[in-house]
């Protein structure tokens, strides 16, 4: 599929991902409408940190996805879906799953409906890597079976089955997109990397990290990004679920050295007993297999965890964006 000259819906384009995104999408050519989850103080999320000549190429629309009646006017004239819009802390899922089910159950459920009504020529679905839970087997592939280790993961394997129906039911161009841990610029600091970064650049001495044995497949971003694009552009996709993963694995402590070497050295890492998740709740290992992605499009990971950690550090140190973040508390 051509994607240039596309109208393209992206949900949740104001947040980490679909920020990158919407700007992958624009550089492809693409005519963006960014569903932005409607607040008082119209923020943009990070869709405001953009130059004003790019945001003047983006039609905003405002507006929730558990919201029907929203959903249905957002996707009026689009080709292409993109749903990214989610609750994504696996912490405050613990505090609020309610919020969860309506969020990433009923809010797919309303993309998938308005996209079926609409006619659009393809959706893509996003999941997560949790929905694997611990890893049975390792690379996990496509095929590996699904565990709702947390509320967070449970309503996103349900999202998945959703889409999956809409595809066997009603021969809607569905894919499931399946990012594994993605990170860099713009990541909120519920996630690891921030959480660090953030500790380390605004002088402490003691890192505070939950669990350091847990292992992860890191993604950069703009590799994230750049597995949407391909699985979008490419017909092969249609009715799949497919991993974006580099097959690598890392773990949280590990992690947490190779960022301490890179600002601060002498820092000492603390294990701070309120971020660690209930036992059976803990994902212990996620490494994932991308040959399915590599079989059906030209995608290929671009950025070493050395290289994007880099950039990521450099956008943290850069521009008073230190000063977005609070150190001092525990994001859930």
Request: aromatic fraction near 10%.
């Amino acid at each position: 599929m051509r994607l240039k000259g596309k109208n393209v819906l992206v949900t949740g384009s104001d947040g980490f991902i679909g920020s990158h995104l919407v700007e992958g999408l624009l550089d492809e050519g693409c005519k963006v409408r960014a569903f932005v989850y409607y607040n008082s103080f119209n923020s943009l999320g990070w869709l405001d940190s953009f130059p004003a000549e790019k945001l003047k190429k983006i039609d905003i629309f405002s507006g929730d996805v558990r919201d029907s009646n929203g959903v249905r006017k957002a996707m009026e004239g689009i080709d292409i879906v993109f749903h990214l819009a989610a609750l994504i802390g696996i912490p405050f899922s613990y505090h609020s799953p309610d919020s969860y089910v309506d969020t990433n159950i009923k809010g797919t459920l309303n993309v998938l409906q308005a996209a079926r009504s609409s006619g659009a020529e393809k959706v893509l679905v996003t999941s997560t890597s949790e929905v694997y839970g611990t890893a049975k087997y390792t690379p996990i592939d496509e095929s590996h079976p699904f565990q709702g280790q947390s509320p967070y993961s449970a309503t996103k394997i349900a999202a998945d089955r959703i889409a999956e129906s809409f595809y066997r039911s009603f021969d809607m161009p569905v894919a499931i997109v399946r990012p594994f841990n993605t990170y860099g610029p713009r990541q909120s600091a519920r996630a690891i990397i921030p959480t660090v970064i953030t500790q380390l650049l605004s002088g402490k001495e003691e890192i505070k990290i939950g669990s350091a044995h847990p292992t992860r497949d890191f993604v950069y971003v703009k590799d994230t990004v750049s597995g949407f694009i391909e699985i979008a552009r490419s017909d092969k996709t249609i009715g799949e679920e497919i991993n974006i993963a580099t097959g690598k694995e890392t773990s949280i402590g590990e992690l947490t050295e190779k960022i301490k070497g890179l600002i601060n050295p002498r820092a000492r890492i603390i294990k701070d007993k309120t971020r660690i998740r209930p036992k059976a709740s803990e994902v212990e290992r996620l490494l994932g297999d991308s040959g399915k992605i590599k079989k059906l499009t030209d995608w290929k990971a671009r950025y070493s965890l050395d290289k994007g950690l880099d950039e990521t550090i450099k956008w943290f140190r850069d521009g008073g964006r230190l000063n977005l973040y609070k150190p001092d508390v525990y994001n859930v």
